[in-house]
């Protein structure tokens, strides 16, 4: 008598379900479960949230069950996705403790970063961050383009670019650093102006072309643009793409300068005209570090946003 073996799985169907639970899906898993939500956990993988999304739902559909309960506001585990953690975090913590033996070799980073910044942020606030971090990393070389231009990362071979943006690409990893309002200074001793509507008298240093500066709107801090909203023109005295010169001119008299409040510190020589209120600006109100999504993306690029935003933080 001859004993069949039993069916087997189709190669198919077997090799999807072993892709949808191998080590890197569950990996992944652990580190969603962790973060708390697919927009954090992108942050710290380095891809998309769109990418994390895609990759939950493929494993999701390949074990037939929901692992994660969404809503709005939060993100949590189903029964099911509760028992797939545990697993899943014995092989993070394998896999933490592989990279953890390798450590010592991976924390001397090497090569050149290309870096694209506004040469505002790149003076003010970037200079010296980047300084203490090639102190940690000797071998680290860095090519700095700075420019007010928006450079395209792929394109133009960038790992890494600091910008002043409300609406990064979507394909692309975005880190909100630090916020920032632009406000009006003069020099030290200056008497403050009654409202934005005196503004329009006052003689300004302005970032960019004439054009680009005449009309301003500004609000109350801490208010929506809505509540209170003054719309003026300007009257530039003095305009130009080197805003270090126009701080120098503000602080010799020679008018009001316009600028984000992380150029103006106690020992600027300057002084708020306008406390309480800030320029609205299309930009946005944050600097956010551009990333391409891993693989594409730079492993040291990635170093370095995590060093200045934990930099930036601690000093906030």
């Not at 927009?39 to 990759?55: F, I, W, Y």
């Not at 980073?109 to 980047?130: D, E, K, Q, W, Y």
């Not at 300007?234 to 300068?257: E, F, I, P």
């Amino acid at each position: 008598m001859t004993i069949k073996p039993p069916p087997s799985i189709p190669r198919s169907r077997r090799t999807a379900a072993d892709q949808a639970l191998d080590a890197n899906a569950l990996e992944l898993f652990a580190r969603i479960a962790q973060a708390g939500s697919f927009a954090r956990a992108a942050r710290e993988l380095g891809l998309t949230r769109a990418a994390v999304s895609r990759k939950v739902a493929a494993i999701e559909a390949a074990v037939g069950l929901a692992l994660f309960a969404r809503s709005t506001r939060s993100l949590s585990l189903t029964e099911a996705g509760r028992r797939l953690q545990a697993k899943a975090r014995a092989v993070l913590e394998a896999a933490e403790g592989a990279r953890l033996a390798l450590r010592s070799e991976r924390d001397q980073l090497s090569g050149t970063l290309r870096i694209s910044t506004a040469p505002v942020f790149g003076n003010h606030v970037l200079a010296p961050l980047l300084a203490r971090f090639q102190s940690l990393h000797p071998a680290l070389r860095y090519e700095l383009l700075m420019t007010y231009r928006r450079v395209d990362l792929l394109r133009e071979g960038v790992d890494l670019a600091f910008r002043a943006t409300a609406q990064p690409p979507e394909d692309w990893v975005a880190q909100p650093l630090m916020r920032y309002a632009v406000r009006a200074y003069g020099a030290a001793g200056r008497v403050p102006l009654a409202g934005p509507q005196d503004l329009a008298q006052q003689p300004c240093l302005l970032i960019g072309t004439h054009e680009e500066g005449g009309h301003s709107v500004w609000v109350r801090d801490n208010a929506a643009e809505a509540d209170e909203r003054h719309e003026l023109h300007l009257r530039a005295s003095a305009w130009g793409n080197d805003l270090d010169t126009l701080l120098a001119m503000a602080r010799h008299g020679d008018g009001v300068v316009l600028c984000p409040d992380f150029c103006v510190g106690p020992q600027s020589g300057l002084v708020d005209l306008l406390p309480g209120w800030r320029m609205v600006v299309k930009e946005g109100e944050w600097i956010q570090a551009l990333t391409l999504p891993m693989p594409v993306g730079s492993e040291t690029a990635r170093a370095l946003v995590r060093f200045v935003r934990e930099a930036l933080a601690s000093s906030a």
